[in-house]
């Protein structure tokens, strides 16, 4: 079992930029495939950016261009650099680890708020 801790959230002006962690503990994240996820108000929980534990990433369509992540095998840590922020970024993000081998299980931190606003 792993657990998942995030921070990093804030608030920040349209075009800025923020860098959210994810700090597993537990087991290494390379054994999940990682995945960050957000949900504004009234709307359904999305996947944003996803990381394989062989170092492969995909990205929604509303973020590519945008967003990275990456891992930190020293730290155990994942990241989500988000630049250039649109008001549209704003939610809870949150930090997830699924481990799917036959069955899947799926691991969640807190979440950490992101505002983008002038």
């Known amino acids: 079992q792993v657990q998942l801790v995030e921070s990093g959230g804030g608030l920040v002006q349209p075009g800025g930029s923020l860098r959210l962690s994810c700090e597993a503990s537990?087991?290494?994240?390379?054994?999940?495939?990682m995945g960050w996820y957000r949900q504004a108000p009234g709307k359904q929980r999305e996947l944003v950016a996803a990381?394989?534990?062989?170092?492969?990433?995909n990205y929604a369509d509303s973020v590519t261009g945008r967003f990275t992540i990456s891992g930190d095998d020293a730290k155990n840590t994942v990241y989500l650099q988000m630049n250039s922020l649109k008001p549209e970024d704003t939610a809870i993000y949150y930090c997830?680890?699924?481990?799917?081998?036959?069955?899947?299980?799926?691991?969640w931190g807190q979440g950490t708020q992101v505002t983008v606003s002038s």
């Open positions: 990381l394989t534990g062989g170092g492969s990433s």
């Open positions: 537990g087991r290494s994240f390379r054994i999940y495939t």
């Open positions: 997830n680890a699924r481990f799917a081998v036959g069955n899947t299980y799926d691991y």
